[in-house]
């Protein structure tokens, strides 16, 4: 099963590095002096919002010497290799390591051989000698899925090296049932109807294909390909109407402004508050609510939303410092009386990580006080980066935090309507181009019959594709399910037919080898479900770790059998006549850091060093007014990325103490994470402390951090000190617990 969530690709005009080099029997590998890429034509077919595109190069060598050549090429993101051909013969699917035999005198050279290492963004094209005034076709055929955001589907065709020469690109759009295609934007060219075209240099090249999305439903489109063992390769497209928000003019800001935003940065958060602000309907009125442990308002009054009131509050959001904490109930409960007597809806604007704290549901939109009627919530998360440095040695994506708290931000949305936005920091600027979406309706709580793992929400002029393989009779039972401010029921509607195979294709490039097996199987059953998605790949290949693609001699009588048995299944030799002057093995995908929480001894030496000293004056100021004070508390810890986002606290009853405890608490500095070591969760930590007096002096005995995170509570075998009361901060003595 693949999940394509929409995303909006950046646009940016950047160069790239392709490789067009040549080599020979007698010439070391070297960029291209000899060859040539004569010519470049490219068709991109859209249908619904799978995107099929085939490249035609003409390669010719006018010199002097037969040269071999070596072209590496990028592909659109997300896109599989689906073929290739030399001069109108197919390549065959063959096994991507298939050793390599020289003696070539009676089978003849193979022409060619297209092959993707493994974590590649491209392709590799190895083209055995062309002769001198000849020409070769090379035709690659390749697919992918676009993203629907800010009403158009969206994809990227990659830039080309200036070795290269500019290619030629042909556009055609097919919009399925319930929308129509306005407009074709490549790049800077803008064609008017189904039909555009551009031409790629040496930058990428964003091509958007505007929609007219008809409704103030969402749309759904299904696009089917039977597999085997009774099983199909679907493809789902959900499009949101471009429908207006009924309000806004009165509209609140809550920005967090908790120690955890410092992962996002505050020139983040204020970047996001001017473009919000600068997309407000005129004459609107704003404040501002920024909200750690506490809440407080940072204009003091409703005012106009012009640009002096949002400098106001970029300025205090930036200068402010960050603590521990992040009460959104308090935020909420002091954006209540903003609503009141409010004609009209009022936007309440949540920036945040979605680390915070507050009660789900229901209770989190009582402190509020608003009803569908009188108030949207539009949620804006900002992840993080998971690894700034170094992301690609540590095997992980820089793109892959997610709050372990998102369910409580996203509630208020689903009760009330607004919409919900996660972005990725590093892809801000983009996102924010579609800004005006933000602050548009939503639909959520989203269900499609048994599909798991959907998207809950999609935004007015925003979308998502889902591609699942699934039993065949399943779909007929499928019906898209949400709410906005009422429940909605969308009908599934037949999109355009996709080209032969491409989504069976698509479907099977990440499929393990049980996906068509069925609950608790046997084990003739899931045999039986490899061997179908075996028979399915190579009936459907694509260039990858498992496939590659060899165009195979014709020379000869023994060349021609020896592609008939290639054909049917037999093993394959490459044939040479020039060695590859690389290393032929695929080059093998880095091995993922394996993650952990806050370890347990980093939890056992933060509330020693930090937590305990603060504790000890806290008990000895108590003991002023109640000398016989003792016992023992507990403190229950929340901690995520950095913060203490809340703690509570089982006291003594000693209001002053419990007071200065828990203060004490929220004043802690846990470090920083490191995505490439931890893992981007919440902590909870249960700590005690024992206060009693002795020989008439205060001592305090540390607790052990018993924390509900998956760490290895096992491997902590270390002494932790502990006070034994003899100095005012007691005689550290090592105690084995």
């Known amino acids: 099963m693949k999940l394509v969530t929409c995303v909006v690709l950046m646009a940016a005009q950047t160069a790239h590095a392709a490789v067009f080099d040549e080599y020979g029997a007698?010439?070391?590998?070297?960029?291209?002096?000899?060859?040539?890429?004569?010519?470049?034509?490219?068709?991109?077919?859209?249908?619904?919002?799978?995107?099929?595109?085939?490249?035609?190069?003409?390669?010719?060598?006018?010199?002097?010497?037969?040269?071999?050549?070596?072209?590496?090429?990028?592909?659109?993101?997300?896109?599989?290799?689906?073929?290739?051909?030399?001069?109108?013969?197919?390549?065959?699917?063959?096994?991507?390591?298939?050793?390599?035999?020289?003696?070539?005198?009676?089978?003849?050279?193979?022409?060619?051989?297209?092959?993707?290492?493994?974590?590649?963004?491209?392709?590799?094209?190895?083209?055995?000698?062309?002769?001198?005034?000849?020409?070769?076709?090379?035709?690659?055929?390749?697919?992918?899925?676009?993203?629907?955001?800010?009403?158009?589907?969206?994809?990227?065709?990659?830039?080309?090296?200036?070795?290269?020469?500019?290619?030629?690109?042909?556009?055609?759009?097919?919009?399925?049932?319930?929308?129509?295609?306005?407009?074709?934007?490549?790049?800077?060219?803008?064609?008017?109807?189904?039909?555009?075209?551009?031409?790629?240099?040496?930058?990428?090249?964003?091509?958007?294909v505007e929609l007219d999305v008809a409704g103030t439903t969402p749309v759904v489109w299904t696009q089917t390909q039977t597999l085997g063992a009774g099983h199909a390769a679907t493809?789902?497209?959900?499009?949101?109407?471009?429908?207006?928000?009924?309000?806004?003019?009165?509209?609140?800001?809550?920005?967090?402004?908790?120690?955890?935003?410092?992962?996002?940065?505050?020139?983040?958060?204020?970047?996001?508050?001017?473009?919000?602000?600068?997309?407000?309907?005129?004459?609107?009125?704003?404040?501002?609510?920024?909200?750690?442990?506490?809440?407080?308002r940072i204009l003091g009054d409703v005012k106009p939303a012009t640009p002096e009131t949002l400098a106001k509050i970029r300025d205090t959001v930036s200068a402010r410092a960050s603590s521990n904490g992040s009460d959104l109930s308090a935020a909420f409960a002091l954006a209540k009386p903003?609503?009141?007597?409010?004609?009209?809806?009022?936007?309440?604007?949540?920036?945040?990580?979605?680390?915070?704290?507050?009660?789900?549901?229901?209770?989190?939109?009582?402190?509020?006080?608003?009803?569908?009627?009188?108030?949207?919530?539009?949620?804006?998360?900002?992840?993080?980066?998971?690894?700034?440095?170094?992301?690609?040695?540590?095997?992980?994506?820089?793109?892959?935090?997610?709050?372990?708290?998102?369910?409580?931000?996203?509630?208020?949305?689903?009760?009330?309507?607004?919409?919900?936005?996660?972005?990725d920091i590093s892809n801000l600027g983009a996102e924010l181009a579609s800004v005006d979406e933000w602050l548009r309706p939503a639909w959520n709580d989203l269900a499609l019959g048994t599909v798991p793992d959907l998207p809950s929400t999609v935004r007015a002029g925003g979308g998502w594709t889902h591609l699942v393989v699934h039993p065949a009779k399943a779909a007929s039972k499928w019906k898209l399910t949400g709410r906005a401010e009422q429940p909605f029921t969308s009908k599934l509607r037949a999109g355009p037919t996709a080209p032969t195979g491409t989504l069976a294709a698509l479907a099977l490039a990440t499929a393990p080898d049980t996906l068509l097996v069925p609950a608790d199987p046997t084990d003739d059953q899931i045999e039986a479900a490899r061997a179908t998605v075996a028979t399915q790949r190579l009936a459907h290949p694509v260039a990858g770790e498992t496939y590659a693609f060899a165009v195979v001699a014709r020379s000869t009588k023994v060349a021609k059998a020896r592609r008939q048995v290639i054909e049917g299944g037999g093993k394959y030799e490459r044939l040479l006549a020039i060695p590859d002057p690389f290393e032929t093995e695929p080059v093998a995908a880095p091995t993922p850091v394996t993650a952990s929480a806050i370890a347990k001894e980093t939890l056992a030496r933060l509330f020693r060093d930090q937590l305990q000293p603060k504790a000890y004056n806290c008990y000895t100021r108590a003991l002023g007014t109640n000398p016989k004070l003792a016992g023992t508390v507990k403190y229950q810890f929340r901690l995520g990325r950095g913060e203490v986002t809340g703690v509570t606290l089982d006291g003594l009853g000693d209001a002053q103490l419990d007071a200065c405890l828990l203060d004490a608490a929220y004043v802690l500095t846990p470090p920083l994470p490191d995505f490439t070591v931890n893992a981007d969760d919440?902590?909870?930590?249960?700590?005690?402390?024992?206060?009693?007096?002795?020989?008439?002096?205060?001592i305090i005995i540390l607790g052990d951090a018993d924390s509900e995170s998956p760490i290895d509570i096992e491997g902590l075998r270390k002494p932790v000190p502990v006070p034994d009361g003899t100095t005012p901060l007691g005689d550290l003595r090592p105690t084995t617990p």
Not at 685 to 698: C, V
Request: charged share 20%; with cysteine; proline share 7%.
């Open 235 to 296: 493809l789902v497209t959900v499009l949101g109407p471009r429908v207006k928000s009924d309000g806004g003019r009165r509209v609140i800001f809550l920005v967090d402004g908790s120690r955890s935003m410092d992962l996002v940065g505050r020139h983040h958060v204020t970047q996001v508050i001017e473009r919000i602000g600068a997309a407000l309907p005129a004459g609107s009125e704003i404040e501002a609510i920024v909200f750690d442990r506490t809440a407080t």
């Open 26 to 208: 007698s010439t070391p590998r070297r960029p291209v002096e000899q060859l040539t890429e004569e010519a470049c034509d490219m068709d991109v077919d859209l249908r619904g919002a799978l995107v099929t595109i085939e490249v035609r190069q003409r390669l010719t060598n006018p010199g002097p010497d037969p040269l071999a050549a070596l072209l590496e090429l990028d592909l659109p993101a997300g896109a599989e290799v689906l073929g290739f051909a030399i001069n109108g013969e197919t390549a065959l699917p063959v096994k991507a390591t298939s050793g390599v035999d020289r003696d070539t005198s009676v089978m003849g050279v193979d022409p060619g051989w297209l092959q993707r290492d493994a974590g590649a963004s491209g392709y590799r094209v190895v083209l055995q000698p062309i002769a001198t005034g000849a020409a070769v076709t090379l035709t690659t055929r390749y697919a992918t899925i676009a993203h629907y955001s800010g009403g158009a589907m969206r994809f990227e065709l990659p830039g080309r090296d200036a070795k290269l020469a500019p290619c030629r690109v042909s556009i055609r759009a097919t919009a399925g049932p319930g929308a129509t295609v306005k407009k074709i934007i490549a790049g800077t060219t803008e064609s008017a109807g189904r039909n555009g075209s551009t031409v790629i240099e040496h930058t990428d090249v964003p091509i958007a």
């Open 338 to 423: 903003l609503l009141d007597g409010v004609r009209g809806q009022t936007m309440v604007v949540l920036i945040t990580d979605g680390i915070v704290e507050g009660p789900t549901g229901a209770a989190l939109t009582t402190a509020l006080g608003g009803k569908p009627s009188t108030v949207d919530v539009h949620t804006v998360v900002l992840d993080p980066t998971a690894a700034p440095s170094g992301a690609a040695s540590a095997g992980l994506d820089p793109a892959q935090t997610t709050s372990p708290t998102i369910d409580i931000v996203r509630d208020p949305v689903n009760l009330v309507g607004g919409s919900f936005v996660e972005v």
């Open 682 to 698: 919440l902590t909870i930590a249960n700590y005690p402390l024992t206060f009693q007096r002795k020989e008439n002096k205060p």
